[in-house]
């Protein structure tokens, strides 16, 4: 069974610009994660989606990240303008249960390491 | 707020060492404490899951327990080998809004010498 795919496994770009991540979860899973860890700390929710729906977008800051998950399936996550800050890895992870999946392993992909220069 | 606290930050070993790895959290009202694995450059990978009305888990060589009263779980590695050597994150969930959302604290980075 195919894991968490995601790409592009490396990224490096200019300040200011635009970048994009794109997720494939294990199939049939129904609950989307993005996480977002910086050097030496635990990863931090991003958004969550439950098929189409993002249920919690509370962390992500939404004046410059965005997101979608189209047709339930595969995510992207785009950063318009990329700051320093932002230099880190982007998480994606995937479980099986809707409803938030709180009882559910979640299946981690491998991550984007995102530098910005 | 959940704040999820993991002592040591770092811990070098022996091969063959028991080990014990430590995570403590401020809000006993989690749905399930998990431990991950994170080998340099790869995602997590799931060790062991425990509900919150559990008491441990158990795979392979590892053990982890869970007091949820107290705020703290620990993940138990025997007879250590220098594959085990990885940073182990330690997450929960909590009951509420946010359900499903792992919470995490900062790691473990474990080295096992051979």
């Known amino acids: 069974e195919a894991g968490v795919v995601q790409s592009p496994r490396y990224k490096i770009i200019e300040k200011k610009q635009p970048v994009a991540f794109w997720c494939n979860p294990i199939?049939?899973?129904?609950?989307l994660y993005w996480y977002l860890q910086n050097l030496g700390q635990g990863p931090e929710l991003l958004i969550r989606y439950e098929n189409e729906e993002a249920v919690d977008d509370s962390q992500l800051p939404k004046d410059r990240f965005s997101a979608e998950r189209l047709k339930g399936v595969d995510s992207t996550l785009k950063i318009q303008p990329a700051e320093l800050g932002d230099s880190a890895v982007y998480l994606c992870?995937?479980?099986?249960?809707?409803?938030?999946?709180?009882?559910?392993?979640?299946?981690f992909g491998p991550g984007t390491r995102l530098t910005v220069l | 707020k959940q704040e999820v606290t993991q002592i040591p930050a770092a811990l070098s070993v022996p091969e063959g060492e028991n080990l014990v790895l430590n995570c403590s959290f401020t809000d006993s009202a989690i749905y399930n404490l998990q431990w991950f694995r994170q080998d340099p450059g790869k995602g997590l990978t799931s060790l062991l899951l425990i509900q919150s009305s559990q008491r441990e888990q158990t795979s392979g060589r590892l053990n982890a327990s869970l007091d949820k009263s107290s705020g703290r779980s620990t993940l138990y590695i025997a007879a250590s080998q220098p594959g085990d050597s990885a940073t182990y994150l330690c997450a929960v969930v909590n009951y509420g809004g946010s359900q499903g959302n792992l919470i995490f604290g900062k790691g473990t980075k474990l080295s096992v010498k051979p």
């Open positions: 992870a995937s479980s099986l249960a809707p409803g938030g999946g709180g009882g559910d392993t979640q299946y």
């Open positions: 199939s049939g899973h129904n609950t």
